[in-house]
Nanobody, 124 residues
Framework: QVQLVESGGGLVQAGGSLRLSCAAS????????AGWFRQAPGKERELVAF????????NYADFAKGRFTASRDNAENTLYLQMNSLKPEDTAVYYC?????????????????WGQGTPVTVSS
């Protein structure tokens, strides 16, 4: 069973940057599709980005394109999300997730593995 633990969230001013990390353990992380979701207060959880198993390709939600960069280091079993030009509307709890199948991360909010989430607050 894969365990995922996020870190790096916090409070940042609008226009600032944060880098989230997600450490994986307990399983073959490199065999899984991995990505990031977020859930703002009172809203549904939504996909931010997901990566192929090798990390050579990433897909982003429209709101993340041009500002966020997802990456992974399979040797370190770690997933990253670099967030730049942050806006108050980016305030949410950010979760990393992983699943054997691309379609699960791309089209559902039910991947097999979730982290506990790390909060990000962007002040105006």
């Amino acid at each position: 069973q894969v365990q995922l633990v996020e870190s790096g969230g916090g409070l940042v001013q609008a226009g600032g940057s944060l880098r989230l990390s997600c450490a994986a353990s307990g399983g073959a992380f490199s065999s899984l599709i991995a990505g990031w979701f977020r859930q703002a207060p009172g809203k549904e959880r939504e996909l931010v980005a997901f990566l192929t198993r090798s990390g050579d390709s990433a897909n982003y939600a429209d709101f993340a394109k041009g500002r966020f960069t997802a990456s992974r280091d399979n040797a370190e079993n770690t997933l990253y999300l670099q967030m730049n030009s942050l806006k108050p509307e980016d305030t949410a709890v950010y979760y990393c997730a992983a699943d054997p199948y691309t379609i699960v991360l791309a089209t559902t909010v039910r991947p097999d593995h979730w982290g506990q989430g790390t909060p990000v607050t962007v002040s105006s």
